[in-house]
């Protein structure tokens, strides 16, 4: 007898996938990446942009290289990162004299108004809408994820 497909996604056996810490991670990320993409869509944003711009908002004139280290993004892909969020008026780059090779990357007014704006639609307490997990498991959930990454304990702004 031939088993039968599954006809939805809660009937999908997924034997030892379950337990598998990178496959969860990547299932959460594809849905926080669908909330982002359900808020921000409409003008084209990344989820790493706006990461980005937080992190310029905080650490204005931080080089391009410690912010790519920071956010694991290659130097080649965050070149086109600061391309675009440059382009878009987002961000301005500035070649310190001290060091003609590196690069400070500093937020615009308009990209100041920007992430004011978007702050709670980004970062608000129910994080894109709505992630379905209580205030007490959320906090879990984050506090858990920042010490597997080896983030710090919560500073929240």
Same mark, same amino acid.
């Given at each position: 007898?031939?088993?039968?497909?599954?006809?939805?996604?809660?009937?999908?056996? %997924? +034997?030892?996938?379950?337990?598998? %810490?990178?496959?969860?991670?990547?299932?959460?990320?594809?849905?926080?990446?669908? =909330?982002?993409?359900?808020?921000?869509? !409409? @003008?084209?944003?990344?989820?790493?942009?706006?990461?980005?711009?937080?992190?310029?908002?905080?650490?204005?004139?931080?080089?391009? +290289?410690?912010?790519? #280290?920071? %956010? =694991? @993004?290659?130097?080649?892909?965050? /070149?086109?990162? *600061?391309?675009? %969020?440059?382009?878009?008026?987002? @961000?301005?780059?500035? @070649?310190?004299? #001290? !060091? $003609?090779?590196? *690069?400070?990357?500093?937020?615009?007014? *308009? +990209?100041?108004?920007?992430?004011?704006? &978007?702050?709670?639609?980004?970062?608000?307490? !129910?994080?894109?809408?709505? &992630? +379905?997990? /209580?205030?007490?498991?959320?906090?879990?959930?984050?506090?858990?994820?920042? $010490?597997? /990454?080896?983030?710090?304990?919560? /500073?929240?702004?």
């Amino acid at each position: 007898m031939t088993a039968q497909p599954a006809e939805t996604q809660s009937g999908v056996e %997924l +034997g030892s996938l379950e337990q598998s %810490l990178g496959f969860l991670l990547r299932i959460a990320q594809v849905q926080a990446f669908d =909330r982002f993409f359900a808020s921000f869509g !409409d @003008i084209g944003l990344k989820p790493g942009e706006f990461s980005a711009m937080w992190i310029l908002r905080h650490n204005p004139g931080i080089r391009q +290289g410690v912010l790519a #280290d920071t %956010l =694991r @993004i290659k130097p080649a892909h965050m /070149t086109k990162m *600061v391309r675009r %969020l440059e382009e878009n008026g987002w @961000i301005r780059r500035v @070649i310190p004299d #001290d !060091d $003609r090779r590196s *690069v400070q990357l500093f937020l615009t007014r *308009v +990209g100041e108004r920007f992430t004011t704006l &978007h702050r709670d639609a980004f970062l608000g307490q !129910d994080n894109y809408l709505n &992630h +379905g997990l /209580t205030e007490a498991e959320y906090s879990e959930l984050t506090r858990l994820l920042r $010490r597997y /990454t080896g983030l710090p304990p919560d /500073t929240t702004d």
